[in-house]
């Protein structure tokens, strides 16, 4: 719909430009981005949740490797855009740069995280953002966060096991944060600290949706439907099975579009799954998911609007107290427009019903 995709454009150019200006995440006043809601992929380490993430990309931008991969939390911004345009990839920190090479994507990440951890097992809780223009995407934003850990390995503070949980949850405890539950489908769930976690900060569940992955990796005559029909744990929202790309698979280089073709297949063909086929998968995942956040967004119109209105005021303020004209080429002055153009898109919806 057109005031969707207005306020989709609105939100990430203002947002880009209150980046710049250090409004995001300090200084005190009010943080715009965090009125939009947004999806926060947690689980614990090896449940397959970054994968579940690259999934519902659909290409391959994550680093791979042994132990704890991901040290950051990685902010990923899926744009969508018109059919038959190449899509891009473009990371805050060095916004000179367009990258089409999804190779290069991951080293960056690599490199930007190695930069703030050192090449080391210690996390930092300071963001990495990435934005991906595609004609492939669904609108959402994606957060992967460091998987939960049991236990602290060689390399890593004692404290490690609590300052993972400490920064998924600085994230997930937000109201506007919906939480992407992973669990491995051969883990207990009365053992998953994904679960546990997420009823601690959502115990009506209205947040969390649960992702069941590594289905095809389970015992001969054993299945997951238990879980998948909510007989054994039932949340707010369906539950979603996923099957992975294996690590065959990565060492082959399948693609993600022969890996969610499989994905597919498996699903149709299932005799435990196939009556449930068409609402399962990742790319089922992210259909879902962003129509939830449409969904979430409209109610939540009047408080954006506040919360924008609340922004214009500050800015308003704060230009008055440097002195500053309101000029088109001012950094303030444009995000102060920007601000006042988000208003109208959410104002006219609002008055159109």
Sequence with gaps: MAWTESYIALAETIWRASADLGYPGGGGGTCLWEAFPEVAVVGGQSSGKSSVLESMVGLDILPRGRGM???????????KTDAGQAHHAEFLHAPERKFTNWAAVRKEIQDETDRMTGESKQISNVPIHLTIYS?????????????????????????????????????????NCIILAILPADQDIATSDAI??????????????????????????????????????RLQHPWVGIVNRSQADINRNVDMIAARRKEREYFETSPEYGHLASKMGSEYLAKLLSQHLETVIRQQIPSIIIS?????????????????????????????????????????HLEGG
């Design 196 to 233: 546990k976690l997420a009823r601690e900060v959502d115990p009506s569940g209205d947040r969390t949706f649960g992702v069941l992955t590594k289905l095809d990796l389970m015992d001969k005559g054993t299945n997951a439907l238990e879980v998948l029909e909510g007989r054994s744990y």
């Design 308 to 348: 924008i209105d609340k922004k214009i005021d500050e800015l308003n303020a704060e230009l008055g107290h440097i002195g500053r004209p309101i000029a088109v080429d001012s950094e303030l002055g444009t995000i102060l427009e920007l601000c006042r153009a988000f208003d109208r898109v959410f104002t006219e």
């Design 135 to 175: 004609p492939n995407v669904v609108n959402l934003t994606l957060i992967d966060l460091p998987g939960l850990a049991k236990v602290a390995v060689e390399g890593q503070p004692d404290t490690i096991v609590e300052d993972i949980e400490n920064m998924v949850c600085s994230y997930v405890e937000k109201p």
């Design 69 to 79: 991969v991901t040290r950051r939390p990685l902010v990923v911004q899926l744009r």
